[in-house]
């Protein structure tokens, strides 16, 4: 468990990249994209929680008023944000990134300057009338001891002048007229199809008529020929009408699937963006990036793409954090690229490129490159043999949650901090990151994300009992193993054609999803990308590439690592989508020794599933949590609390309210619908304390409401140890 002290640094040391987020979203939201405010009035709503948890008062009332205006000015009708509304929110932002780095040091900065701009702003968006702020009062804070702050940079005219108008970088709008042409010529459909069922009941009506005539029981000798002759007109008549049935059904079906493809179609052709906003908010981010940090640095952005709006939504805030993190830990201050020979400007390039089945794009700067002597030194205590590993296998460490190689509160000096939410925004479309760095030259990142989430390009294999599939844009070839180099680290790979190249490990895929089983020559093989190089896994049979429609793992019923959608087959069965940078991680672990059976089952401690978007406070409430004997889950939004909850099930929940996807009070309505989780004891955490709240949550029976403003860590103990004593 880290102390509070290390949170505390923790959060201080993220605060850089918040602020520099909140600013290129508050950015954004001038220039017209009102889509930012509600991830920007998250981002401070997450912030104000920290803060006040971690007992860090003046940040946290600052978030709290700078929220505030947020959702005043979503509230408002009045256009675009007024010079003061924006002058108090930036001001705002850069009086917290000050504050973080005066950690400790609060009492030297004067924030009622920054307070009384908020509350001007707040009272005329809320149409107050209240007077506007002094030319005193509207001076940006200030450091007793000397520090220069540089005021957040606006959109300058040349950003615009490389790519489209903002107009067409949003997604085209949805052409009403063609929707609505479509949606008539459905519902004309449906009513054809509604005469063709009361066709089919007459129909039915009279093959019942015939059945009856042809009813040997109480027949009459005498009338059999009349019957024969009735019954063959029925039948005739009969046939007449299903054969028009049929024929009309069927081009009823083929009109009706024609409509719902042109409707599909005008649907995706709105979902569509191009690359060019994304690219300007780039540019932005860099130019920001460098001026805080007083470097000087060149941002050069080149190319341009399609993309879904979804898959856009997730790539930028990956996009902005790799610049970011290039600018402020990639390149080095103007001495030591001096000392080193480099030009005094650094660089940090920025390229996109399209291809039929995704997209990719590749930030690469002439920094210092991947520091990995200090990575060991950082990973020394938790990973066995690491001094022993060579740079590419420590690249996948990069991403793993909480790393840093930072040696001081005040900054953060290593490339690997971050870069797990990088990994997770990219996950979740089913891209892929890959890292390229070479201490003193620099570092290449290459993220590979799908063109649209409608569907993906996949090259589907089969193994043993399993049908699966892996996304094209991950496969780099399919060899026919000659032969299998056995090693002392495992099973080899030479690619054909490179007898110098390093060697490529080796598994064989049915070992890999439990059916055991080792590489053989004959077998086909995959190469594969992966985030720091190639591996190979042995397959028993392969088909030529094609595109399916996708079911992503969250809409699934059941859960897997490995597995990241489902994609239905045209036989009825469906493929399994593989998620090849956790094939990898799996494929790397050394198998464990299986239990002995006459080993004693320990000790059952109790199981704590912490829900909490906000990562410093989730990792404070673990932490206490485990120094109470508990073992802990951890989710970052109520719906994947749910889905660990109803997998394990939990004997005690703490939630936070305001989450993304599920929020808190749906999490514990879910929990209370469900037999096996409805008495499991709940407790909430929140800055939404209020009334409404707090009536709501005890009518679902939630066992103690404790506000993060007045956290109080021996309360939540007791309320812990209470509820798990069964009281």
């Known amino acids: 468990m880290r102390s509070r002290a290390d949170l505390v640094a923790a959060f201080h040391r993220a605060m850089p990249d918040r602020v520099a987020q909140a600013t290129d979203l508050w950015l954004g939201y001038e ?41 005043a000015a979503r509230s408002s009708r009045g256009g675009r944000p007024t010079q003061l509304t924006g002058d108090s929110v930036l001001g705002a932002l850069e009086a917290l990134g000050l504050l973080s780095a005066s950690a400790g040091e609060e009492a030297a900065l004067d924030l009622e300057g920054v307070k009384a701009t908020l509350r001007a702003a707040l009272a005329a968006l809320q149409g107050g009338g209240a007077r506007g702020p002094t030319a005193d009062e ?27 108008p903002p107009d067409q970088a949003a997604p085209a709008a949805l052409d009403a007229a063609a929707v609505g042409a479509r949606l008539q010529e459905l519902q004309r459909l449906h009513g054809e199809r509604e005469v063709l069922q009361r066709r089919l009941r007459e129909a039915q009506r009279m093959l019942r008529a015939l059945l009856m005539e042809i009813d040997p029981r109480g027949a009459n000798v005498d009338r059999f020929a009349e019957r024969i002759t009735k019954t063959l007109g029925y039948g005739a008549e009969i046939e007449r009408a299903l054969g028009a049935v049929r024929a009309d059904w069927s081009s009823n079906e083929f009109a009706a699937g024609r409509a719902l493809g042109e409707l599909d179609e005008v649907v995706r052709k709105a979902s569509v963006v191009r690359t060019e906003r994304l690219l300007d908010q780039v540019s932005l981010a860099a130019r920001s990036a460098a001026r805080m940090l007083g470097k000087d640095v060149e941002a050069r952005v080149e190319g341009t793409g399609l993309l879904d709006a979804q898959v856009e939504r997730r790539l930028e805030p990956a996009l902005l954090h790799l610049v970011r993190n290039a600018i402020d830990h990639g390149i080095e201050p103007a001495d030591v690229r001096a000392r080193r020979g480099k030009p005094a400007r650094g660089t940090v390039a920025v390229t996109v490129v399209q291809t039929d089945a995704a997209v990719r794009v590749e930030v690469r700067d002439d920094g210092g490159g991947v520091d990995f002597a200090r990575l060991r030194e950082v990973l020394a205590p938790s990973v066995q043999d690491v001094a022993s590993l060579d740079d590419a296998e420590l690249v996948p460490y990069l991403f793993a949650h909480g790393l840093t190689t930072s040696r001081s509160v005040g900054a953060i000096s290593g490339r690997g901090v971050g870069l797990d939410v990088v990994a997770r925004e990219i996950g979740a479309l089913g891209g892929q990151v ?22 993906e390009e996949v090259v589907p294999i089969s193994s043993g009992r399993f049908r699966c599939a892996v996304p094209t844009h991950a496969v780099r070839s399919v060899v026919l193993l ?20 390093e060697l490529v490990p080796l598994f064989s895929l049915a070992a890999l999803l439990g059916d055991g089983g080792q590489p053989a020559p004959g077998d086909a093989a995959l190469v594969l990308h992966h985030a720091a190089g190639l591996f190979a896994v042995s397959v028993g049979g392969y088909e030529n590439p094609r595109p399916v429609s996708l079911v992503r793992s969250e809409e699934l019923p059941f859960t897997s690592p490995l597995v990241r959608g489902v994609a ?41 599933l912490v829900v909490e978007d906000a990562p410093v406070a989730r990792e404070l409430l673990c932490g206490i949590l485990r120094a109470l004997g508990l ?16 997998a394990t099930p939990p004997d005690v929940v703490l939630t936070d309210l305001e989450m993304p996807y599920m929020g808190g009070l749906e999490l514990v309505a879910e929990l209370r619908r469900s037999p096996a989780l409805a008495r499991v004891p709940v407790v909430v955490l929140t800055t939404a304390a209020d009334e409404p709240n707090v009536a709501a949550l005890r009518g679902l029976g939630v066992r103690a409401v404790l506000s993060k403003q007045r956290f109080v860590e021996e309360e939540l103990r007791q309320i812990i140890a209470t509820s798990l004593g069964g009281a």
């Not at 000397?146 to 005219?157: D, I, K, Q, T, W």
């Not at 890959?434 to 569907?455: A, F, N, Y």
């Not at 198998?591 to 109790?606: F, M, Q, T, V």
């Open 138 to 164: 509207l001076a940006p804070p200030r450091l007793d001891r000397a520090a220069e702050s540089v005021a957040p940079p606006r959109l300058e005219p040349e950003l615009r002048a490389r790519g489209a």
């Open 31 to 71: 220039q017209g994209q009102a889509g930012n405010l509600p991830v920007l009035r998250r981002l401070l709503h997450t912030l104000k929680g920290e803060a006040h948890m971690l007992e860090l008062l003046a940040c946290g009332d600052l978030a709290e008023l700078a929220e505030s205006v947020i959702d």
């Open 434 to 455: 890959r890292v390229d760095s070479r201490p003193g030259l620099g570092t290449t990142i290459l993220l590979v994300v799908p063109k649209s989430l409608h569907g």
């Open 482 to 501: 000659d032969e299998v180099l056995h090693t002392p680290d495992g099973p080899r790979l030479r690619l054909a054609g490179e007898p110098s190249a």
């Open 631 to 646: 073992r802990v889950e951890e989710a970052s939004d109520g719906r994947e609390g749910l889905a660990l909850a109803r």
């Open 568 to 608: 239905p087959t045209a036989d009825g069965e469906a493929l399994l989508l593989l998620d090849v940078e956790r094939l990898f991680a799996c494929a790397r672990q050394a198998p464990r020794e299986a239990p002995s059976a006459a080993a004693a089952e320990p000790k059952r401690e109790p199981l704590a």
